[in-house]
């Protein structure tokens, strides 16, 4: 049976703040683990997200997860995954957080919207860096382990932030500062390895 109770609207925002991260990790994982909660009573989604309640809709969230458990543990493959679901994971995070705050006025609808979008941008990114910094190693068990690592986060992340939303939402925030100086890293390990590269083009 679905839940139907009302989430007051702090403890709503802070929902939204771990689960927009988690769906920028494993959008499908997500969605799943959401609608399963919902169906087991634990989580009482909002009237506009009850779709995800649905069977059908968590039995093709899990079998596209299924697909995305594989496609993402392979090296190489893996970042041409991630690079189109950046117009997956991002845009739908954002519309959760819409539809999930129905009840607020639209204008808070929207920066809800826009505050789901630019977490699920953020773990997105720090995901994508975090490949793009171990794909370069030649054994496949690095890119593995790190893509276990993001499903299992995605899930329990989800399911922690109906037990302990505030918790939840102050370790996306730190997460998100360790996101923030993981992409500098890379962006400055790339610019050094390009300038490294032209000086030796360089060379006579």
């Not at 009850?50 to 893996?78: G, M, R, T």
């Not at 630019?118 to 190693?137: N, Y």
């Amino acid at each position: 049976m679905l839940a139907t109770m009302k989430l007051p609207a702090h403890e709503l925002l802070a929902l939204l703040v771990a689960t927009s991260f988690a769906a920028g990790l494993n959008l499908y994982a997500t969605v799943a683990t959401l609608g399963l909660l919902s169906r087991a009573g634990v989580l009482p989604l909002p009237p506009a997200l009850q779709l995800l309640d649905n069977w059908y809709v968590i039995a093709i969230s899990a079998a596209l997860f299924l697909i995305e458990f594989f496609a993402d543990k392979v090296p190489a493959f893996d970042l041409i995954w991630n690079a189109l679901h950046t117009f997956i994971r991002v845009p739908i995070a954002g519309l959760l957080a819409y539809r999930a705050t129905a009840q607020l006025s639209p204008t808070q609808q929207i920066l809800a919207a826009v505050l789901g979008s630019a977490i699920a941008l953020a773990a997105h990114g720090g995901k994508t860096a975090a490949r793009a910094a171990v794909t370069p190693s030649p054994e496949p068990l690095s890119n593995i382990t790190l893509s276990l690592g993001e499903d299992a986060l995605a899930i329990s992340l989800t399911w922690f932030a109906t037990k302990h939303p505030y918790i939840a939402a102050a370790i996306v925030l730190w997460l998100i500062v360790v996101i923030i100086t993981l992409i500098r890293w890379v962006v400055r390990s790339l610019r050094a390895l390009f300038r490294g590269a032209e000086h030796e083009i360089a060379k006579p």
